[in-house]
């Protein structure tokens, strides 16, 4: 069964700096790109960072949080990171992690975690 179980969310003042995991289950994690999304209140849910497969060295952002957030992965861990920096309250969302592709294109969603920018 595939899961997604990701944590590391919290309170951070703005401008702080948070990082964020996700431990992946269920498939071989080290075939699959894995990419970030994030959910604020009332908007759809978008992309914010991808890492190709197997080595991770192809990555790409959202233009929102380039500069700013890190993507990397460990395949010994099955895990995805995600490197928050200079963090805005407009970064406040629960975020989640996918492996991506047409044969994840089933994959369920984990139960995300939630990152709140706020003085």
């Known amino acids: 069964q595939v899961q997604f179980v990701e944590s590391g969310g919290g309170l951070v003042q703005p401008g702080g700096s948070l990082r964020v995991s996700c431990t992946a289950s269920g498939f071989v994690f080290s075939t699959y790109p894995m990419s970030w999304y994030r959910q604020a209140p009332g908007k759809e849910r978008e992309l914010v960072a991808r890492v190709s497969n197997p080595t991770g060295n192809v990555k790409n952002y959202a233009d929102s949080v380039k500069g700013r957030f890190t993507i990397s992965r460990d395949n010994a861990k099955n895990t995805v990171y995600l490197q928050m920096n200079s963090l805005k309250p407009e970064d406040t969302a629960v975020y989640y992690c996918?492996?991506?592709?047409?044969?994840?294109?089933?994959?369920?969603w984990g139960q995300g975690t939630q990152v709140t920018v706020s003085s």
């Open positions: 996918k492996a991506d592709g047409e044969r994840a294109r089933n994959f369920n």
